[in-house]
């Protein structure tokens, strides 16, 4: 059958088609025309379409805390830490590098001049924060993430870990980084066990949650409040390069720590002791 013998009917409906595309053709040429014409006629952006969007806009001020996109190769998501038997003691150093860490806060009585003191030599340590502190006081863990200070994970009430089960474990240490999460927007990768008590859970627990174990090699001892003296003679007498040293800025009257970092820091870099922060890359 020729095209002069097709039914009006159907040659009606092909017509229609063939004229419906090339209007979208010509919608389509339209509209390129209307970008290139620019500033000299400027074209209003098109309705969204009805529906919900795949990627929705972003609020502006969310642009200052993601990095750009789009320059070098794409970054891996970072890898679950290895289920260890036993927590990290000292840090591989290079030189003589040493980490300070404070536990059991934020504390507004104390934790602000640790912050003070360590800002005024411009020094990095590890806070290692517990939830319910944390909780109260989350300017003080945004204070410490701003300054370059790591926020790590000391569960949320101090407890034995050894003495609870699996799930309130878990419960501790996840409500925990859910609260250092919300101050400073990431989640700890570092993790340290009240009263130095590790398990096999507590291990698997932890790399569940992203978070490596660290514990310390150099005990100040500052919670028995022994005196300002014998905590700096304690730090001083212990440093050596990778050292991690264990002080408190919360729990008790840590009055006596406060007043050990003013002296035995400036000692320290005296020393040529760079003081620094944990890094994963290294273990």
Known sequence: MTKDQLPPRLLTRRRLLLAGAAAVSAAGTAGVLAAVAGDDDPVR????????QAHPARKSNSYRLQPLTGYGAPQAAPLRPLVRSAPLLRMPARGRTML???????????????????????????????????????????????????VGNHTWSHPLLTRLGRRRMRAEMERTSDVVEEACGERPAWFRAPYGAWNRTAFQLGADLGMEPLAWTVDTLDWTEPGTRRIVHRVRDGAAPGVVVLSHDAGGDRSQSVAALRAYLPALLDSGYHLTVPDRRLV
């Open 45 to 52: 952006a098109a309705a969204p379409a009805a529906g919900p």
């Open 100 to 150: 300070l860490t404070f536990d059991d806060g934020p504390d507004p009585r104390y934790t602000p001049y640790i912050l003070d003191t360590l800002r005024a030599y411009d020094v990095r340590a590890t806070f290692f924060v517990c939830g319910e502190m944390a909780d109260y006081n989350k300017d003080l863990v945004a204070r410490m993430a701003d300054e370059g200070h790591v």
